[in-house]
């Protein structure tokens, strides 16, 4: 196994059900972190820029977005809060070191919390908790905290993902403290969390390259971009790599452009190293789950195993003898 870690860099994936305050939260994190201009107007829902997202005010496509604190570059990866949306939640997982769960403090942890939860911790990613909505006049703190300390009991699949921190946090007033007695104005408790207890990514940047595809788009300009982690090596604009697709196949392509988050906003960079989320373009006919390798060490990474869609549809013509 890689033992280099990249210090500079936290994957961070966020965990919430519907309506607990998870892109409230990630909106405060990106308001504080400077991300926008002093001048700048910002909404709401920030991450949410799906027209179905906003209009439910729910996530449904996971997306990416990096802030800056004390010179570590966090990796922020919003998650659906739904297992209808199964396949969004494993490709992202694979993306992230650590995760935040978040809890409402009314509410406490919900099925789909659990569902999501369960293949974050599957996939050995390391946990945080956030009970956040605490100005609520009925939240009921203690009581979340032990619900969520049993459901750890019931997921966790090693000792050591029992020993988790716990934040208290107002997302809607923008403030953490991991002490409820303690004084708080924003999220640097919070912040500082993140930095302490997520680990930095495994990866050396001098290894030959291999990126595994957990995502991608399409630029009308650049045609199909492919989003992923880099596992090892060094993304560099203009090298040959090879795609190695699930079946196997291997053909050659150029890197026509290389792209890192920053902010809210995908930054055209010359090379990016072991550890961060990139998106790459000029690799052609990329599916999820293929490999992005070395020319000369093609070797695929193991791909992701998508789960079945939870409701399925078949629309026929009607064939019954009443029809018409």
């Known amino acids: 196994m890689e033992t280099r870690r990249n210090p500079g860099i936290r994957n961070l994936a966020i965990i919430a059900h519907v309506d607990h305050g998870k892109t409230t939260l990630v909106d405060a994190l990106l308001k504080q972190s400077s991300v926008f201009r002093a001048n700048q107007q910002v909404g709401e829902l920030i991450m949410d820029t799906n027209p179905l997202e906003r209009e439910r005010g729910i996530t449904i496509l996971a997306k990416n977005a990096s802030i800056t604190y004390k010179g570590v570059k966090i990796n922020i990866i919003d998650t659906p809060g739904h297992a209808d949306f199964s396949g969004e939640v494993e490709r992202i997982m694979n993306m992230a070191d650590g995760c935040l769960l978040l809890v409402d403090a009314v509410d406490g942890p919900m099925p789909q919390t659990t569902y999501v939860l369960r293949q974050a911790l599957s996939q050995n990613v390391t946990p945080m908790v956030v009970i956040n909505k605490i100005d609520r006049p009925e939240a009921r703190v203690p009581e979340v905290v032990e619900m969520v300390q049993d459901l750890f009991l019931e997921l966790a699949t090693e000792p050591e993902q029992l020993d988790f921190p716990i934040l208290y946090t107002s997302a809607r007033y923008g403030y953490a403290t991991m002490d409820l007695a303690t004084p708080r104005q924003d999220m640097q408790a919070l912040f500082d969390a993140i930095l302490e207890f997520i680990p930095a990514p495994l990866g050396d940047p001098e290894a030959p390259l291999q990126l595994l595809v957990a995502a991608l788009d ?76 070395a020319v000369d060490q093609a070797e695929a990474l193991p791909t992701i195993e998508i789960e079945e869609p939870t409701v399925k549809m078949t629309f026929g013509a009607n064939t019954s003898p009443l029809m018409g």
């Open 218 to 293: 399409y630029d009308n300009y650049l045609g199909q971009v492919a989003i992923g982690r880099l596992f090892r090596g060094t993304a560099r604009l203009g090298d040959q790599v090879a795609l190695v697709s699930r079946d196997g196949q291997v053909s050659s392509h150029k890197l026509q452009r290389v792209f890192v988050f920053r902010g809210l906003e995908r930054v055209e960079v010359e090379e990016a190293v072991a550890g961060d989320i990139v998106a790459l373009t000029g690799v052609e006919n990329v599916a999820i789950g293929d490999t992005v390798a």
